[in-house]
Structures are given as structure tokens and as C-alpha cells.
């Protein structure tokens, strides 16, 4: 699975940003999806993802209410719509995505089998 995160950018604070991460060469619906950030001089951070197995969406505590993940498996693709956001969430953004990734596993960035290139997000204050 080829991943393509793309929708990075400058925002000022309490300003909002929508990712995208296009996939190609498998079946995305069978994937769990997942956002993930990495600042510099800190390792890389769970932010959101979606099970292949019912659907259902996680959060990490820093972006719970303020961003929203989504995929469309029609296109083959993985949203991240951030609100409100503030100067901590500065990070380069990577779209990840794994098969069999079990509940207790999917906020840990080695559960996942793919990585997209990330894409710069940057809030001033």
C-alpha cells in the first residue's frame, strides 16, 4: 500500500486545516487508518485513526473535539479535519496504515505496516 498525505500548511491559531491521504495498491476498507505527528525533538505522537472493524474512531486527549477523521473507501482515501488550532499542534503530519491491528494496539505507531511521506502543519501564535 503506497500512502500520499498532502493538505499540510500555515494557519494562524484557532484557524483550520483539512489533511488527505490518498492510498493506492490495496484494499483500503481492510486497513486500519491513522494519523500520526511528529514535532521536532519529539518522537512521533498517536492523533487519530479509524478501525478496518466497524468503523469506529480514536482520538488522542490533545485533539479530542477539535479534529475529526474520516476515510471515503469509495476513494480510497483518509481525512483529518482540524479545528481550533493551536501553536502545539505544529508538527509534520504522516498518514499510517496497518492490517490487523488489534483495540490495545491502535495508538501505537509500530501497530502499523505503511507510512505515508507527512506533510508540514504549522500554527503561529
Known amino acids: 500500500v503506497q500512502l500520499q498525505a498532502s493538505g499540510g500548511g500555515l494557519v494562524q491559531t484557532e484557524g483550520s486545516l483539512r489533511l488527505s491521504c490518498a492510498a493506492s495498491g490495496g484494499t483500503f476498507s481492510r486497513y486500519t487508518v491513522g494519523w500520526f505527528r511528529q514535532a521536532p525533538g519529539k518522537e512521533r505522537e498517536f492523533v487519530a485513526a479509524i478501525r478496518s472493524s466497524g468503523g469506529y474512531t480514536y482520538y488522542a486527549d490533545s485533539v479530542k473535539g477539535r479534529f475529526t477523521v474520516s476515510k471515503d473507501n469509495a476513494k480510497n482515501t483518509l481525512y483529518l479535519q482540524m479545528n481550533s488550532l493551536k501553536p502545539e499542534d505544529t508538527a509534520v503530519y504522516y498518514c499510517?496504515?496497518?492490517?490487523?491491528?488489534?483495540?490495545?494496539?491502535?495508538?501505537?505507531?509500530?501497530?502499523?505496516?505503511?507510512w505515508g511521506q507527512g506533510t508540514q502543519v504549522t500554527v503561529s501564535s
Open positions: 499510517a496504515a496497518g492490517a490487523g491491528v488489534i483495540l490495545s494496539r491502535v495508538r501505537a505507531p509500530n501497530a502499523y505496516d505503511y
